[in-house]
């Protein structure tokens, strides 16, 4: 029934097609890669607070109560180093013994406060509330506090930075 | 006449190029059933929201620079310099929540309309589709001032999406741009916002006014179709002047609200700073559902209750399976309207109101120990001394040099020096006593009482004015000279460039006798050169007049001085000078000061005074022994101090005129910079410099303030003849 000219015309909307499509593969491969560049990092990059971090003097820090510290740490940051501050709650407990926890929410992520009439760290985002050891008293947090690694050297205090995943009941560290 | 009617008429010049009357028909003279109407004008109002969006964006990203190091600078630059900045930046915060409750009314209105039903299924979902986008526009942008809120706001966003099954993690990854908040988020979250949320939407935009065309205005549902039809009006002028007027109406109310509240700005987004991190008031609801969804459950409140809110909404044409567009025949989807409208105000009322911010009970806290802390009665100097060794001597050391501790602790002042001295103001010191300076200055807000902490700040104060009892009972050597490298920008700047280059980096006071003196402020002459180049200069001098600074500074304080140079750019940085009380301790170069004796301790205040104020504006070219040698080979006509026949030349008032009003092309006017008293100061000061006898060159110190007092009667006689003289009779 068709004309030979339908025909052909049939074969070449199809063939037209299949072009169309290959040049969008063509532009979209390449694009869809070079947005996907977070997920691939260069080899031997530092992952950040890899090392342990002076987080100052341990003299200053009464002993037996918590005390927010500031942790900078030197990580990539795009095209150039930059330092980045954390927050961290110290107690020392003896001389030597520190613990030191992340100030960051194992909820979603704000940043928890240490609150002295309640004795209790409290979350002001979500209303998570951490005892004074940091485990998990009440709010939605599905864990306690993150424990960061920490040690003492010549009266100063040294601290490992890490993130955390959040959301989850385990204390996972995010792989940088 | 009549046959020229029913033939078309011959196409114009432009007409015949441009086809424009198609384009006019199509987009102006399309005839709506049913005639104009104010109810349609609530979705081009939507239309033209976005507009005036599109335009401030534009506007406002003409002055941003997404990147951490910039991005709240500049939004603080458009919001406290640009002309107009804070007004536009305004319309684009506040529009932005216009739009979302301008989208919502729509939405409510085509819901009760029945509009979303057969044959405009399609046109809902686009719509569901554009609500989206604005969301997405919405939380994007929110970052882009990197202000506190910004930042904890975005964190909160991030998490929600980390917990999304299985792809949660790669999900934040991609949108944060690397493992962690920073640049790239930055850069992401500024391009989503900018180029790909607006992009789309105009396409979902075109969409769904193409299907709205398609389709027509919805009639009312007691409307016969027959009654619709008669009624038809094109689109031009009648609706178009509807639309008009209901635009006049919301720009006037949102430029009035935007004149009376501009958009907030906070300080810089500090991750190690605590926060109460809260979402813009539209997301207030759901920020507070998240606080009911505990531990494993957490996901249903992050994830699966929207995931189901924006299926059920987008699906619901297909979902609502009623036949009537009545709203009063169609009770379960009203039902279901009035349900969840009066569940989302109330709950965002009820978020809002409940919010309890945990700062107040902190601060109350804070609030009775600083009162239990507070004594009595007047804090007497002996209470000041035993605070100071309780709470500060550990470190500072009781002679406040805090050299014993500086090994370990290398940026620790050194209260004795008289560059920190002038570095600082007594509110720097009174607010670091108060906020400390983490980590290693801790805050004393908690300790120590207002007048405690203030009483500290002048007792710190006392250290480079004279001795203490602090000293009194431990005395020390005078210390040695803070070599440059212990001196921050700031003082190094006060010390050496100040005088020539003035508090603002322009230059202006002494560019007329040095015409190559650049202006830092100028942002193309900052542009114009590299650091490097900078940093030649300084080391090794430039042109006729800027001396070689490498004897004083090391290729370290170098680069810190072109950083601290670049913070001139735009004329954001001034540095501060303190006229009323320029507070100098011993002076340890120049005429000897150290050795005056005690019993003239106003002169000796009025002494150091005028060394502070020397060593400020006259020492870069007179040098720190008054001979100018330094700079007399580019200023052959510098005095000589030291040169008793040129001190006999001028006479006291001469030489204050000309630190007030300058002298020749090279000499600066200092008026506005020092005060007459203080000029008259600076004349003892540099008669000072004159040997006591011809033959010794340098005078002995020991008789320096006996001079001083001996020449400042001098002035004040002089002073007096002249007022006499020009006193009317």
Not at chain 2, 192 to 198: C, D, G, K, V
Not at chain 2, 266 to 285: I, N, V
Not at chain 2, 551 to 569: C, I, Q, S, T
Request: contains cysteine.
């Amino acid at each position: 029934m068709e004309e030979p000219n339908t025909k052909r015309r049939r074969f070449l909307g199809v063939l037209t097609g299949v072009l169309m499509a290959f040049i969008g593969l063509l532009v979209a491969i390449p694009a869809v890669g070079y947005f996907l560049a977070p997920f691939r990092r260069k080899p031997g990059l530092e992952s950040p607070g890899a090392e342990f971090q002076n987080a100052g003097p341990l003299q200053h820090i009464p002993i037996g109560a918590w005390h927010l510290l500031t942790l900078e740490v030197v990580h990539e940051d795009g095209w150039k180093k930059a330092k980045t501050r954390h927050g961290i709650w110290v107690r020392r407990e003896a001389d030597e013994k520190v613990v030191v926890l992340s100030s960051i929410c194992p909820h979603l992520g704000c940043p928890v406060n240490w609150n002295p009439g309640r004795s209790a760290f409290l979350c002001p985002c979500h209303g998570g509330v951490f005892g004074a050891d940091g485990n998990k008293i009440d709010g939605p947090p599905p864990r306690a506090m993150d424990h960061l690694e920490s040690q003492v050297q010549g009266g100063h205090l040294w601290v490992k930075w890490q993130d955390f995943k959040i959301g989850v009941a385990e204390s996972v560290p995010v792989s940088a | 006449m009549q046959t020229g009617q029913e033939q078309p008429p011959q196409p114009g010049f432009w007409e015949h190029r441009t086809g424009w009357m198609l384009l006019r028909k199509l987009l102006f003279l399309e005839p709506l059933p049913g005639g104009s109407r104010w109810a349609a004008a609530f979705g081009s109002l939507l239309l033209f929201s976005f507009v005036l969006q599109v335009v401030t964006g534009i506007l406002l990203s003409m002055n941003y620079a997404p990147a951490i190091a910039t991005a709240w600078p500049s939004v603080k630059f458009i919001q406290n310099e640009v002309s107009l900045g804070a007004f536009i930046r305004a319309v684009h915060h506040w529009g932005s929540s216009a739009m979302v409750i301008l989208l919502l009314v729509h939405l409510v209105q085509v819901f009760v309309w029945g509009a979303y039903k057969k044959p405009r299924e399609l046109t809902w979902m686009v719509g569901v589709l554009l609500l989206c986008c604005v969301l997405g526009l919405a939380f994007t942008g929110y970052l882009l001032p990197w202000d506190q809120k910004a930042y904890w706001a975005t964190k909160v966003g991030l998490g929600i999406a980390s917990t999304v099954p299985i792809v949660g993690d790669d999900l934040r990854t991609l949108l944060q741009g690397g493992p962690q908040m920073g640049n790239l988020t930055l850069t992401r979250f500024f391009t989503i916002h900018t180029f790909l949320l607006p992009g789309l939407l105009i396409l979902l935009v075109v969409v769904h006014l193409y299907l709205f065309r398609l389709h027509g205005v919805t009639p009312a549902p007691w409307e016969s179709a027959a009654l619709h039809k008669a009624q038809e009006e094109p689109f031009w002028p009648g609706q178009v002047l509807k639309d008009g007027v209901v635009w006049l109406v919301f720009l006037v109310g949102l430029g009035l609200w935007c004149y009376y509240w501009p958009a907030p700005l906070e300080e810089q987004a500090d991750p190690s700073q605590p926060y109460e991190a809260r979402p813009e008031w539209y997301f207030m609801f759901y920020f507070r559902i998240l606080r009911y969804f505990d531990g494993p459950l957490e996901v249903v409140g992050t994830f699966v209750l929207p995931l189901v809110f924006f299926l059920l909404l987008f699906l619901w044409p297909f979902l609502d399976r009623n036949p009537h567009r009545d709203p009063r025949r169609r009770p379960l989807a009203m039902g279901l309207l009035s349900l969840g409208s009066c569940g989302l105000i109330g709950l965002t009322i009820f978020a809002i109101v409940t919010d309890v911010r945990m700062t107040e009970p902190v601060q109350a806290a804070a609030k009775t120990a600083a009162q239990k802390a507070e004594p009595a009665g007047p804090i007497q100097r002996a209470d000041v001394a035993k605070i100071y060794q309780t709470n500060c001597a550990a470190c500072h050391g009781i002679d406040g040099s805090g050299k014993h501790i500086r090994a370990g602790m290398p940026s620790i002042p050194d209260f004795t020096s008289m560059a920190w001295q002038m570095s600082k103001t007594d509110l720097e010191i009174t607010h670091r006593i108060q906020d400390g300076d983490e980590p290693l200055m801790p805050a004393f807000r908690d300790k120590l009482s207002q007048p405690e902490m203030l009483a500290l700040a002048i007792y710190v104060r006392a250290f480079a004015s004279g001795p203490t009892e602090a000293e009194a009972l431990a005395p020390i050597k005078p210390p040695a000279a803070p070599g440059a490298s212990q001196m921050s920008p700031t003082q190094i700047y006060r010390a050496y460039c100040l005088a020539c280059h003035d508090a603002d980096g322009r230059g202006q006071t002494a560019h007329k006798a040095m015409p190559g003196l650049p202006d830092f402020a100028d942002p193309k002459w900052q542009s114009a050169h590299t650091d490097g180049e900078f940093k030649l200069a300084i080391l090794n001098g430039k042109g006729k007049f800027m001396p070689p600074m490498k004897d004083k500074l090391g290729p370290e304080d170098a680069n810190k001085m072109v950083v601290y140079m670049r913070a001139f750019g735009g004329g954001k940085q001034v540095v501060k000078i303190e006229h009323e009380h320029p507070f100098v301790p011993p002076a340890l170069e120049g005429p000897g000061v150290e050795s005056a004796p005690k019993e003239s301790a106003k002169t000796a205040v009025r002494l150091r005074a005028a060394t502070g104020l020397y060593r400020q504006y006259c020492l870069v070219c007179h040098g720190s022994d008054g001979r100018g040698q330094e700079m007399r080979a580019s200023m052959p006509v510098i005095p000589d101090f030291t040169n008793p026949a040129l001190q006999k030349q001028v006479s006291n008032p001469q030489l204050a005129t000309y630190i007030l009003d300058g002298k020749g092309t090279l000499m600066p006017s200092f008026r506005g910079r020092v005060n007459d008293e203080q000029a008259q100061d600076l004349v003892a000061y540099v008669r000072a410099f004159r040997p006591a006898s011809a033959d010794t060159p340098v005078a002995p110190t020991g008789d320096f303030d006996k001079r001083f007092r001996e020449l400042q009667n001098q002035w004040n006689e002089l002073d007096k003849q002249l007022k006499k003289l020009s006193a009317p009779k």
